[in-house]
């Protein structure tokens, strides 16, 4: 078995998660990046995508999560994990993180960020 890692990093999205009702309002800039371990052997030797994962089909799945409104990042990434667990078992050491724009911290803060594995 050859292992390879799967990785979208910056998949940028305007949503609407956050506990207070300006955040739910108004929305916000947030960034996903996902990671996962995958087999790789009938890839490399075939060269078709049928023997791997579509990491545009990973994209459509964090989309359609990310326009489901949470109050909180850990309910949002663990969505995400788990609907992409769901349609690709085979994926392993799944890694989800969400960062939110200037979150409502009472101070100064560029990103707050959350990671979930499965």
Not at 17 to 40: M, Y
Not at 49 to 57: K, P, Q, S
Not at 105 to 110: D, N
Request: net charge negative; aromatic share 8%; hydrophobic share 35%.
């Amino acid at each position: 078995m050859k292992k390879g890692t799967i990785e979208l990093i910056g998949m940028n999205f305007r949503a609407f998660h956050g506990c207070f009702e300006e955040e739910r309002r108004d929305g916000n800039s947030f960034v996903v990046d996902f990671r996962a371990d995958l087999d790789t052997s009938r890839a490399q030797v075939t060269d078709s995508l049928e023997d791997t994962v579509d990491y545009g089909r990973i994209y459509q799945i964090v989309k359609e999560q990310m326009a489901i409104p949470s109050n909180l990042l850990e309910n949002v990434a663990g969505r995400i994990a788990g609907a992409v667990c769901a349609e690709f078992p085979s994926l392993e050491g799944i890694e989800v993180s969400v960062s939110k724009k200037n979150p409502p911290v009472g101070g100064e803060a560029q990103w707050s960020k959350i990671t979930v594995r499965k």
